[in-house]
């Protein structure tokens, strides 16, 4: 099963949009774990997050800085987080990786083969040689950074460039029109911020089929409902709506995982209320 069709499958099932973003920062775990060593509190509570938000989500997003941080001892505990991921939910690893020739392709190899993931997020900046490792993964899903959520994407997204035929665009269409034509495996994606839905309106009218990330809901302060409306494909399907801190830190208890889930059923909720018009 190729990534689109293992997202779509997810979707289905959970009947759900909604990505958790696993991006552990033990200062914020709750005070039970905070006597535990650093590795078996940030396994327990990611393995805790994912079994009580499991049922309300179409993906997992592992952020892989979270887990670099840790030091030598950290990619082992980022195994054993992706293990504790149902088979039948896609990991979508969180690495914005982008650079040249046997770089490029031991990042892919990483990301693919070592650790097992289902899609990656690059960064296109350095141009097709260095995304084209990835790409060669056809059942993997690559997403593309295009247009983000953070307040100095301006300093360069929006810069007008020239694209196709010489028509001056912004730089973040001129790459949606560029991974459009990468997209030769349909394992192509793009990553748009919930804080910008009429780039994110215009970016689904250019790219109809494609599936795009949506990160930016929640402590970045993204319109949930308006980043539905307009990152979802003709079939109200294919946007994927992420959020992490707002789900992961929703509880300061005991019951921490129990509030997780609640707030990720809400949310899931009130996405699928504002897909049921389109």
């Given at each position: ?15 759900s ?20 060593p650093?590795?078996r ?13 499991a ?8 952020n ?5 941080v840790?030091g ?88 007008m ?17 560029r991974?459009?034509s ?11 911020g919930a ?12 790219c ?10 929640g ?20 946007a ?25 059923w ?13």
């Amino acid at each position: 099963m190729n990534f689109l069709d293992k997202l779509l499958a997810a979707s289905h099932q959970q009947n759900s949009l909604l990505c958790v973003g696993l991006d552990p920062e033990p200062e914020r775990f709750p005070v039970l774990l905070q006597d535990m060593p650093v590795a078996r509190a940030v396994i327990h509570f990611c393995r805790s997050i994912i079994e009580a938000t499991a049922p309300y989500v179409c993906a997992f997003k592992p952020n892989m800085a979270f887990f670099e941080v840790l030091g030598p001892e950290g990619m082992y505990i980022f195994q054993e987080v992706l293990q504790a991921i149902p088979k039948h939910i896609p990991i979508i690893a969180d690495a914005k990786r982008g650079d040249l020739g046997n770089t490029a392709r031991n990042y892919a190899k990483t990301v693919f083969d070592v650790y097992g993931c289902d899609a990656v997020t690059i960064n296109p900046f350095l141009g097709y040689d260095s995304v084209a490792p990835f790409l060669a993964y056809e059942k993997k899903g690559v997403f593309f950074l295009c247009r983000t959520s953070n307040p100095s994407a301006r300093d360069f997204q929006d810069l007008m460039v020239f694209g196709e035929k010489g028509r001056m665009r912004p730089l973040y269409e001129v790459i949606a029109q560029r991974v459009q034509s990468w997209n030769k495996a349909g394992n192509c994606g793009l990553v748009v911020g919930a804080t910008c839905p009429q780039e994110l309106s215009t970016i689904r009218s250019m790219c109809p089929d494609m599936p795009i990330l949506i990160p930016g809901v929640g402590a970045q302060g993204g319109n949930l409902e308006a980043s539905v409306v307009a990152g979802v494909d003709a079939s109200g399907e294919k946007a994927i709506i992420a959020v992490s801190r707002a789900i992961l830190y929703a509880g300061e208890g005991q019951d921490y995982a129990v509030s997780a889930a609640n707030e990720a059923w809400a949310l899931r909720n009130r996405i699928n209320e504002a897909r049921k018009g389109i």
